[in-house]
């Protein structure tokens, strides 16, 4: 796993609303330091973390909200009584997205076009950049599908998919591709998307 520091390089990043979506790879764990990282390095940037029921497993919603001082994180799934379009509130809302980490299952999904989750929904419709950063199970880079899905995301003119790296992985200890990469990577990535975006949405 990449363990944030407090020294992490901080690269431009000029979006005003970001959208920071976590589903359940074992990173999620770390999205409170990175909430608070986020809003030490760019305070006029207003963060919304949504997280998948899956990613609730790794980290808790107290933390997330504590660290990113924003309230409480929205949770991927549609309320049973709901008070607005939630869906269309995280697709118009933000001019940045990002997913860290995005399990294998999420990029199917999302691959797939399909939208049974407010937030898949949201980034089927937005007109947003994403950028994806999926984490993988040893040797999931290796699959047929998931390259399909791969290529299919790379072909959309808002999405940049940046390649899971060498990390250690958690279950066995040994080294190989399948970790999410550094979120400041990731923000550097988003600011340059951003920059060929915009002309084009303007």
């Not at 809302?93 to 076009?113: C, E, K, N, Q």
Request: glycine share 6%.
């Amino acid at each position: 796993m990449n363990q944030p520091t407090p020294q992490a390089a901080a690269p431009d990043f000029h979006a005003k609303r970001l959208l920071y979506i976590t589903t359940g790879g074992i990173q999620a764990m770390l999205l409170p330091t990175w909430m608070s990282w986020l809003r030490t390095h760019y305070p006029d940037t207003e963060v919304h973390s949504v997280l998948t029921p899956s990613a609730r497993r790794f980290v808790g919603t107290t933390a997330v909200a504590a660290a990113g001082g924003r309230g409480l994180p929205a949770t991927d799934a549609w309320p049973t009584e709901p008070d607005r379009a939630l869906h269309v509130d995280l697709a118009t809302w933000p001019d940045a997205i990002l997913v860290h980490p995005a399990t294998m299952h999420f990029v199917a999904r999302l691959s797939l076009g399909l939208a049974d989750t407010p937030a898949l929904l949201a980034l089927q419709c937005t007109r947003a950049p994403i950028v994806i950063c999926p984490s993988l199970p040893p040797n999931g880079h290796l699959n047929p599908a998931y390259q399909r899905h791969i290529l299919e995301l790379s072909e959309r003119d808002n999405v940049t998919v940046l390649p899971p790296v060498n990390g250690v992985s958690i279950t066995t200890g040994e080294e190989g591709i399948g970790t999410a990469v550094y979120l400041p990577h990731a923000i550097s990535a988003l600011e340059d998307l951003r920059t060929w975006t915009e002309p084009a949405t303007a």
